[in-house]
């Protein structure tokens, strides 16, 4: 992305609607990896036959970083309880908007021989493409075996509307095996809208237009499996913000 996107500081603003694109400087200070980690297995990998193969995994909408990490090493848990670095070949590419997150996350990452973080923005179709099809040349594989894309979902669809909410869905199917999958329920969309305007800035552009509304889990679900050749193998239950994580796997 070449703008480069203002980043947010919950602790000058307490009110976390008030990031335009959910580029939170300290987001997991108030919704910590645990509250999704506690809910996804650490046998994952093993579970969908990601045993012995190389295994890349995509992290859309990093932020800082922090939860990239942690569901690496969790994954990894036989590895992380014997030694420093896995013993498997399993990496991570992280990438976010927010180039002042992703520098936070380059400088704090523990695992740099695995786990990369890069400036990308989704909704940029072009670029993206191109960055993430090299990445997976560099590997020899043609998608990723599992994509993570936590809590993003809405801040695409508030601020390119309908279109751009199934195209990234389409997008992420298109890149990977398994899919991992947390979209935020409507009431979060009132919630950001009417956190925004007490602040006075102006609307989301597309808020009030927008014609996919009410489940966004379920409308997730519905265009996943009917028009991306997807199919919901597990529900990992509900996070402690009422998130549901569903577990998508493309179909053969």
Not at 21 to 37: A, D, H, T, V
Request: aromatic share 10%; hydrophobic share 35%.
């Amino acid at each position: 992305m070449e703008a480069h996107v203002p980043h947010v500081n919950e602790e000058e603003n307490e009110d976390p609607g008030a990031a335009p694109y959910g580029n939170f400087i300290n987001y997991y200070s108030f919704n910590p990896p645990e509250n999704r980690l506690s809910l996804i297995p650490e046998t994952l990998l093993e579970n969908i036959g990601l045993v012995s193969e190389r295994v890349l995994i995509l992290d859309v909408g990093c932020n800082s970083g922090d939860l990239s990490v942690a569901l690496y090493k969790h994954l990894l848990h036989e590895e992380a309880s014997g030694s420093d670095f896995p013993q498997r070949e399993v990496y991570l590419l992280g990438f976010d908007l927010d180039q002042d997150l992703i520098h936070r996350a380059q400088t704090s990452n523990p695992i740099p021989q695995n786990i990369q973080f890069i400036p990308l923005d989704i909704t940029d179709d072009s670029k993206s493409q191109t960055v993430l099809e090299s990445y997976l040349r560099k590997y020899g594989c043609p998608r990723f075996h599992l994509c993570t894309c936590f809590a993003v979902t809405m801040w695409v669809h508030l601020n390119h509307g309908d279109a751009a909410f199934l195209s990234l869905l389409s997008k992420l199917a298109s890149l990977c095996e398994y899919l991992l999958l947390e979209a935020q329920p409507w009431k979060c969309y009132r919630s950001a809208a009417r956190r925004f305007r007490k602040l006075g800035r102006s609307d989301f552009d597309h808020f009030k237009t927008l014609e996919i509304r009410g489940d966004m889990a379920a409308h997730a679900r519905e265009h996943l499996e009917k028009q991306c050749s997807m199919e919901l193998v597990q529900c990992f239950g509900n996070t402690t913000w009422d998130r549901s994580l569903l577990l998508f796997k493309r179909r053969q």
